[in-house]
């Protein structure tokens, strides 16, 4: 019993501070979206298209969650954006502490839209707020259609969800369509983008709702 | 701090719990092996290609652990195999208890082999012992070759590594070899094995090494 007491305390402090990171973002007319997944769904291989999709248009910075190893801000790096990597070393979600600490070494003014790249986790960071303005959990078409079932608290509590390796589909057994079906069944809420970083299909879409959302949450300010 | 006191307490009562199980194990003559992976990575569908090919050869029983629903349960009950279903409302991974729990409403003496599935989660389950004898880690072709690196832990407890979904391959950017050389710089002990449940490629032989082990293990008894 314990445990749970003290497990309460820790989501109770999480989410103080989850508010204040939201106060922040408020304040700097920053648009916020913490990106969620199983391992390999391709969180940051769409980054990597967003930003190409991005250059010149809205100003992009990025926190990766690792539990290990910082080659996805060495991914990042690349295009030249704001990036800030956190390694966990062995936790399993980031907090909003963690995300705190991170937005002092960003210069939140010079930024429309923050992505924050969660642990590569479809269970724990569930729990977790970090103050985000969405929740955007990536759902590959490899991992089967049975994943929101399985996995509901992460699509119930985001708002977006990318169905990602749509190149994939003809050599699956797996429907994205059922996918979809079983995730509204969850959270009737959820927007769904159909993406593949392999032919660029739905990255358009995708980017077009970013850019509106963040333009408007600039407004804002 | 007095968090992470807790937690080296949850772990210590998990140890002792898992020794217990151990013991067990060691005096029905089972051989036991705690299966992880992301979620999506082919777990499910790997026992049942295994079920398949070890009817007949030795007993099999299964404990599923599943966050929500016993979707796998109901998959791997086709084969008329004992199988117990744990759901661990939101809980992240198994622990020995609750396989301690599960082992109660299975008949050991009649089994040669018990699979236990954990949650689909590459952090959380590698602290936690359940008692088994091989930990084994399913990587999917599709989810990249960099995992090993970034989610190290379960890579250097697992000994047994299948690479599953290689019929993926051909459409797919990353390499098995690649996959197999980053694991074996986390845990050169590594034994791996390619799999595919679609072209059945590699069954025989994971099917062969759990039918020695399981035997060798009962010649113990």
Tied chains: 1, 2.
Excluded at 14 to 35: C, I, P, Q, S, Y
Excluded at 73 to 93: D, L, S
Excluded at 175 to 194: C, D, M, R, W, Y
């Amino acid at each position: 019993m314990s445990v749970i007491t003290i497990e309460r305390k820790v989501l109770e402090k999480n989410d103080n501070v989850a508010r204040e990171n939201r106060a922040t973002f408020a304040l700097e007319g920053v648009f916020v979206l913490n990106m969620v997944s199983s391992p390999g769904a391709g969180k940051t291989s769409i980054l990597e298209k967003t930003f190409e999709h991005l250059r010149g248009k809205i100003a992009v910075g990025v926190i990766e969650g690792d539990v290990q190893t910082d080659l996805d801000a060495q991914r990042v790096a690349r295009f030249g954006i704001p990036a800030v990597q956190i390694v966990t070393r062995g936790g399993c979600h980031l907090e909003a502490g963690l995300v705190r600490e991170a937005l002092q070494r960003l210069d939140l003014k010079s930024i429309d839209l923050l992505i924050i790249e969660n642990v590569g986790n479809l269970v724990c960071p569930a729990n977790y707020d970090l103050g985000e303005h969405e929740r955007v959990v990536v759902a590959s078409t490899t991992e089967g259609d049975d994943k929101p079932l399985k996995y509901p608290a992460l699509f119930r509590t985001a708002s977006v969800m990318l169905i990602n390796k749509m190149d994939l589909v003809p050599y699956l057994n797996s429907q994205p369509e059922v996918l979809k079906k079983n995730a509204l069944s969850i959270n009737p809420g959820l927007l769904v983008f159909q993406t593949s970083c392999v032919s660029g299909a739905g990255i358009d879409a995708w980017c077009e709702w970013l850019v509106a959302n963040a333009q408007r949450n600039a407004s804002k300010r």
